[in-house]
Structures are given as structure tokens and as C-alpha cells.
């Protein structure tokens, strides 16, 4: 069993793998238009976001998760915690590599 301390190494070393991921994943347009900083902040908006989802649909074994809808809520809590004004649709493709990594994990 992994102590509390090797469990945020290993949370961390995901949330890089995953920013990492996601570079990559974007379009060469958007490639710059998104600070590492920002990727970190978006990976955890989204996390916490399927957190919710998950509270909100407990005990059921399939969740379908509406890209569309992640990357406006990301939007939203953005723009509320002054990290700046993002468009869904740009978001679309940080949601989509984040999925798409935690799916080349499983």
C-alpha cells in the first residue's frame, strides 16, 4: 500500500504525463495559445467536474460524459477564478486529450 506522500508523486507525475499528452494532442493553432500553467488548472477543473458527475450518478456502471458540456463548465470556472476568458470550443480539444490519455491508461 503506498503512503500519502508516494500517492502525490504519483498524482503529479500523472498530471504532467497527462499536460504532456494533451501538447501534443492540440492543434497546431492552439498549441500556443494555452500556458502549461493553465493545461494544470484545466486538468484539475475537469477532474473535479467528473467528480460531481460521478457523486450525481452514483451506483450506475456506465456515465456518459458530454465533452461539450466539460469544456463549458471548464469556460465558466475560468472566467469566475480569473484565469482568464477561454472558448468552449478550444477547450473542447483540452477535454478531448484528457480523455483520450486516460483512456490510453486503462
Known sequence: MAT?????ILDAE???LTVEYIKSYLPQELKDR???????YFIDV???YYVD????HSGEEDIDIDVEAVAEYVARQAKKDKMGDFSPEDLRWVVDGELEYGESQS
Open 46 to 48: 475537469i477532474g473535479e
Open 14 to 16: 500523472d498530471d504532467r
Open 53 to 56: 458527475l460521478l457523486e450525481k
Open 34 to 40: 494555452f500556458t502549461e500553467e493553465e493545461l494544470y
Open 4 to 8: 500519502f506522500e508516494e500517492d502525490l
